[in-house]
């Protein structure tokens, strides 16, 4: 999660190309809409338009209908057999109108013909619809065309379609009418989308992120930033790290993935530089291995290839991996091909193992740094280095060079929309990272720095690009946010000429622990308290600052004359009997039976003075 961006995340993005609007009869547009192109049920021109307004003919609904069947991967180049005696084998839709009429959905005319260029009605649609659905003449009651409509709107194929008897239906007609479709029950009794391997969310539609997912093609790699897809045009959706972007934006060596019905792209520049030292289960045949001291799954036959025994990687190369959006491995390349440099700031020292090919066991001094995108990278290094050391890592020609390097920040004011500090515009797709002096750290996002003056004092590090648009910062713990937060319960501290002991117990999170030292006290009392958590061990305990607050909501709390804003993250508990039992916001809030106060993380910057941990003791 510190890694990549939630595929959700991404799938909401694309939700929000289009607007959502509600039909008349409450079909929801955008889910219609994203639905049938994702399905591949209906794709655009040549260029990705839909041009929803045209009309549709019976040839064109009979390309959707197969489009919309268990048929739709069986259509071939065609044969040397006419369908219809107006629809010669040579005809681009005979293969379509083939499948439909063999399937029984359309019977065409008494003549003979199946009149392909002729608008489709609506009870055309209907007809041609239920029959789909499995539905013969047994099942409807009354004479053509009502018997027919009547079924098509029993079945909620009609919802959002606002056409009459002998009215012509329009390609948007036909985006509600499968849509619906797709969660129709047929006359088997079961969901028509779920014969088709398409699943329900729970609210009963198309699980559009299951969908895309089972439509997306990829992992491919862009080893030139041109990249090789089944469609062409202008409009197409381009996303890189989950942010809408340009074509032109796609870098060499990016992954990337596509939808050809959606004609969307998506487009990641995740990598991992470090030093090869292992392989899980084999080197013979690795389903995982292990770079720069972290271990990443194998995405590709090809990756796994490149990493195995009979591949061009052993074991102490220095490597580049190239990661999907799943985290995995997508390909692997020789860093020399990047020329990458990274900064990051040490969390972690110790001496780093490995076999090399020969089988002799190598060691060396290791470093961990954390980088701005929120990635962890051990390194093999020569020098001794310590936690909170800021670290330049370079790659050249294979060779991996680390030196200690100085902090490098800049100061202003971040807009209120968070998206420029100072003059400095922050890029759309900007790392930032936020580390302690412990060795904690967490991802900050833009909206979380808005309205903040920051100086230099504040920054690590960071880093433009060639607009001069900030693309990484490494902030000096701004925000507080990579601390745990909770109660201390009991806290006994010895300090008395040799004798220095400590012992407390907290909880944080809702879960009970327990700190004890022979040789030292952490200086805490009983109470909300800030931790520093590292590998699940407290190193640091701060008190936090009570604030009677006169007012309280799920946002600010107002005491001690300031208004404060409550973190998202906010730890609530309810005070009964000595006791602690976490709860949530809205149990307390309200709630004239408890007292409610919040504690403030005061020890740092305005960014970090927040609501951390409310209070609520029962009367």
């Not at 699943?199 to 990829?218: C, F, H, P, R």
């Not at 006169?550 to 600010?556: A, E, L, N, R």
């Not at 307390?588 to 919040?598: A, C, E, K, Q, S």
Request: hydrophobic share 35%.
């Amino acid at each position: 999660m510190k890694r990549f961006i939630s595929a959700l995340l991404i799938f909401g993005m694309i939700l929000g190309l289009v607007p959502i609007i509600a039909n008349a009869a409450g079909t929801n547009y955008t889910s219609a809409y994203q639905t049938v192109k994702a399905t591949g049920i209906m794709v655009g021109d040549e260029n990705g338009n839909m041009n929803l307004a045209n009309n549709v003919t019976r040839a064109e609904f009979a390309k959707m209908m197969v489009a919309a069947s268990i048929y739709k991967d069986t259509i071939g180049e065609g044969s040397n057999i006419s369908p219809f005696r107006d629809v010669k084998y040579t005809h681009w839709a005979a293969e379509y109108i083939k499948t439909a009429a063999n399937a029984g959905w359309f019977i065409g005319f008494t003549d003979g013909t199946f009149r392909p260029n002729n608008n489709i009605t609506i009870e055309e649609a209907a007809t041609a619809s239920i029959r789909l659905l499995g539905y013969t003449a047994s099942d409807l009651s009354g004479s053509f065309p009502y018997a027919q409509l009547a079924k098509f709107s029993a079945l909620g194929l009609k919802d959002g379609i606002n056409k009459e008897r002998g009215q012509l239906m329009t390609r948007e007609d036909c985006m509600y009418l499968f849509y619906n479709m797709l969660t129709a029950q047929t006359k088997s009794g079961q969901v028509y989308g779920m014969t088709l391997g398409y699943t329900l969310n729970a609210s009963g539609e198309i699980d559009y992120s299951a969908l895309v997912s089972k439509n997306m093609k990829g992992p491919y790699v862009t080893e030139n930033a041109s990249l090789s897809l089944p469609f062409g045009g202008s409009n197409i959706d381009v996303y890189r790290n989950g942010k809408a972007a340009d074509m032109s934006e796609i870098m060499p060596y990016d992954v990337y993935y596509y939808n050809s019905g959606m004609r969307t792209v998506w487009a990641f520049s995740n990598k991992v530089t470090g030093t090869f030292t292992n392989a899980l289960p084999s080197k013979t045949n690795p389903s995982s291995v292990t770079v720069a001291g972290t271990s990443y799954s194998l995405g590709t036959s090809s990756a796994a290839y490149k990493l195995s025994a009979m591949g061009e990687f052993a074991y102490g190369d220095t490597v580049t991996l190239l990661l999907g959006m799943d985290g995995s491995v997508a390909d692997v390349v020789a860093p020399e091909k990047l020329n990458a440099t990274e900064y990051g700031v040490v969390v972690a020292t110790g001496t780093s193992t490995y076999t090399d090919n020969l089988g002799l066991t190598q060691t060396s001094k290791s470093a961990t740094v954390i980088c701005a995108d929120g990635i962890e990278r051990t390194y093999n290094v020569t020098s001794t280095y310590e936690v909170g050391d800021l670290l330049k890592a370079v790659y050249t020609n294979g060779k991996l060079t680390v030196s200690k390097t100085s902090d490098k920040g800049i100061s202003g004011k971040v807009n209120d929309a968070g998206t420029k500090i100072g003059n400095y515009t922050l890029a759309d797709d900007v790392q930032m990272v936020d580390v302690t002096a412990s060795g904690t750290y967490t991802v900050v996002y833009p909206q979380r720095l808005k309205g903040a003056s920051l100086t230099s004092a504040a920054f690590r590090y960071y880093e433009l690009d060639e607009n001069d648009k900030i693309t990484k910062i490494i902030f000096d713990d701004v925000t507080g946010d990579a601390y745990s937060y909770g109660v201390v319960t009991n806290a006994v501290e010895v300090s008395a000429g040799f004798n220095i002991s400590s012992s407390y117990q907290y909880i944080i999170g809702g879960k009970a622990g327990a700190y004890q030292s022979n040789n030292s006290v952490l200086g805490a009392q009983t109470g909300p308290a800030r931790f520093a958590v590292k590998n699940g061990a407290v190193t640091q305990i701060k008190n936090l600052e009570s604030v009677s607050t006169s007012s309280i909501d799920g946002t600010k709390a107002v005491g001690n004359g300031e208004s404060y804003e409550i973190w998202g993250g906010v730890q609530v508990y309810i005070y009964d009997n000595k006791n602690y039992s976490q709860t949530n916001l809205a149990t307390v809030l309200g709630n004239d039976d408890y007292t409610v106060r919040g504690y403030v993380d005061n020890f740092g910057p305005s960014l970090g003075k927040l609501v951390r941990v409310i209070i609520a003791e029962k009367k």
